[in-house]
């Protein structure tokens, strides 16, 4: 059945090729001759290494005229003027952003004309002292509620760990950041949210979070989609995280960040952290062979005040390293290559006031990436992109020692009680088909593709019985797992889309598509048709769009079902005398009653350019999640134990409202305000587990990361002591809910029911621009939470705990520096 889908796949995609297939030359990217008689310009736009950039903004002026024709670009960078003029002059300009605007004066237009312009990413440093960056205007072609952050706003944005880009991601409306590092996109737990690294996904195929690492300085843009999501995504209700990174051009670039190591004054001098990050990029043959390489480090000695002298650290060492190569083989075929290796290693994972060292474990992590993407360009217009990539995961951790673990209301006692050593494997073919343009009843692009994902993991637990001790000290509960336990499991996914970008007429853009999915565990064909569109009216954009949109296979709760039993013996007030025979607790699923989690999402925008070069939105989103995964114990007559199974009987709400301002200076200086309001709730908030399971019955309530209230803002500015830059950043949301539970790992009230404070942080800065000997060089300095609030990350939920309530992990006021080495002035 998974190679009868396969083929089916390909041979639809083979079939559409050859229709669109038509002869290619060499030289220039291919234009097939206009259908139109008379005057006409054909407008072909391209990076620095000759990729076609598509959605640019074209706008061609005759200088006797005060308006400008306006169209953009298609899939294959290509845009068309027809009935001109000859005898006028023309002037022609080119946005897009992250891109510098071009402006091309005095154009001469005779007969069918064709013009292949080249736009130049926006680079930290210029080359030329008259280029600009493009204005960030309203894109009337773009439907998908997209929030992006460019080069520009990657350089100056500052945020707290800036060494860790998915910090970053929390500068974007409807993104939040849990306290284990994990973003969550519009309500949306980690694994609905699907990581893409330069087309490829680059999300665990297990755990669903974010884990793989690479250098800020190789992302050249980042972009979050929340709603209305063309339908070549699917597996995800959350939306889409997308990373964009660099390639060499024609000139040798070198840039160094943070390459000094810091120290601190704790108990004496102490070494801090060095963070080092560099990239290379340049020429291999010019004009056809360029290469990038990204590459940082971190080692962190972790210093946690309030722990005792000598167990105190938390020693952290990480290093990632991306590297690219493009061959242009000749003007009709572009071959890449990527190769991104992460490795990571931590001798004291969990340290904190709850949890001491001998408590901890020491935890090996290292992933990849490689993959080989193809595009095609056809005369007549089409584009085919085919690519392959490879995506591997081991993740290990193992206890301090072997001493008997104890969990008491106040502390961790002993050596963690298991150990773990796992393997993850993602091997993704991917083919995407742009047609060429149709014009019928208006202007039609149509696009469709398929993805084919092999996953494979395997996973070894070695389990000791630990203690759960009362707060007299007295035994309460002992709990036995498997000694060893081992897990091997695949997947096959298959899916394909196809949809139409129709334009009716100029303001007007409806997208149609339906998207199918099928996997060999759950084995129900799966379609999710979307539709979305965009409507320009003066200087306000309008955007609605509604669509299903159904999620991938939770393989973590496949594992869970896999692992087990569980047993519990429960002992008197003295703990000294065993209650009865043990209780058993088991994980299990039968997947042929499975079907996968089912999302209804829709949502209405409103854009407007206001006087001053100022742009306001709304937006309001609303998602409903039905069949979502949940355990579910079958026992009712026991809360102690019970049979676990995985239901289909969860129910997610989401519905938010969010407004935001932006305003463009010259300058190329920016200003972001937003403000949210949200709602995630569930009827199934208890995540039950083995290891730490939760003897309680299900409940709904909001979700972990839910924040009613968010508030965003962030810029830079000139000061009046040129070459000085203001920079700053505010983040303020509610505070994240949490569940008080018993002794007796039972919850006390209603899950989720108590809150953190608020978070709030507020970082200012000034960058000092500055030329030493011929290099350029920046100097940055900036106050993190300069009014030190104390932002916590961690409370004691235990009710019979001493210190029942207590907030600990404060983020607290911190200075940082960062100097950047850009290169030959």
Sequence with gaps: MQKLQALLHFTLLAFTCAAAQQTTHHGQIPVAPPRHSGTS?????????????????VGLTDNTQPEALQIHT?????????????????????????FY??????????GAQTMELTLSHVQELKETVNVTASRQDIDPAQTANTRSLGTPEIINIPYPTSRDIRNLLTYLPQVVQDSTGQVHVAGAATYETTDVLDGFEITSPVSGIFAMRFSADAAREVSVQTSRVSTQFGKESGGIIDFSTGMGDDHFRFDATNFIPSWQHYRGLNFDK????ATFSGPIVKGKVWFFDSADAEYDSNIFKGLPPGNDRDPFLRGSNLAKVQINLRSTDILSFGLLNNTQDEDRQ????????????????????????????????????????WNGFNDRYSPQGGSPFVITPNTDQGNYFESFNGTSRRAQGIANLSLRPLGMKGRHEVRLGTEIDQINFTQLYNDQPFSLLRANGTLYRSSVLPAHTFLNRNNLETSGYIEDRWSPFNRMIIEPG????????????????????????????????????????????????????????????????????????????????????????????????FPWQIFGGVEYLKKSGTQGFIFQNLNTSSILSGNYELTNTRVDHYQSMQFSVRKHFAGDYNLFVSYARSYAHSNAVIDYSLNNPIFSPQMGGPLPWDVPNRFLSWGWFPTPFRPLDFVYSVDYHSGFPWT???????????????????????????ELRFTFRGYALALRGIAENVTDRKNPFFVVNNVDASNFGQFGGFSGRAFTARIRFLGRK
């Excluded at 060095?274 to 990050?277: D, T």
């Excluded at 290292?366 to 993407?373: C, F, R, T, V």
């Excluded at 003295?574 to 209650?579: D, E, I, K, P, R």
């Design 274 to 277: 060095w963070v080092p990050r």
């Design 514 to 609: 339906v998207r199918f999915d099928w996997d060999e565990i759950v084995r129900r064909p799966l379609f999710s048709p979307r539709i979305a569109g965009t409507y320009m009216l003066g200087n306000t954009k309008l955007s609605a769009g509604i669509g299903v949109y159904y999620e991938r296979t939770h393989l973590d709760y496949i594992g869970r079902a896999l692992t087990g039993p569980r047993l519990d013996f429960y002992f008197d007030n003295s703990g000294t005398v065993q209650l009865g025979a043990p209780l058993v607790t088991n994980f299990f699923v039968n997947e042929a009653l499975l079907h996968e989690p089912r999302f209804v999402n829709w949502s209405l925008a409103a854009e407007h350019r």
């Design 350 to 389: 969990g340290l904190s006031i709850t949890n001491p060292a001998s408590a901890t474990v020491k935890r090996d992590f290292s992933a990849y990436l490689a993959d080989i993407k193809e595009l095609h360009y056809f005369s007549g217009g089409a584009l085919l992109e085919t690519g392959f990539a």
């Design 101 to 110: 605007a071009l402006t091309q004066p005095d154009v001469h237009i005779t």
């Design 74 to 98: 298609d899939a294959a960078g290509r845009g068309f003027f027809y009935n001109l003029t000859s005898e006028h002059v023309y002037t022609l300009s080119i946005e897009k952003g992250n």
């Design 740 to 766: 008080a539970v018993s002794q007796n790992q039972q919850i006390v009230g209603a899950a989720d029911s108590h809150r953190f404070p608020a978070y709030a942080a507020l970082n200012p800065g000034l």
């Design 41 to 57: 310009l054909t407008v072909v736009v391209t990076d620095e290494n000759n990729v076609v950039v598509p959605d640019a903004l």
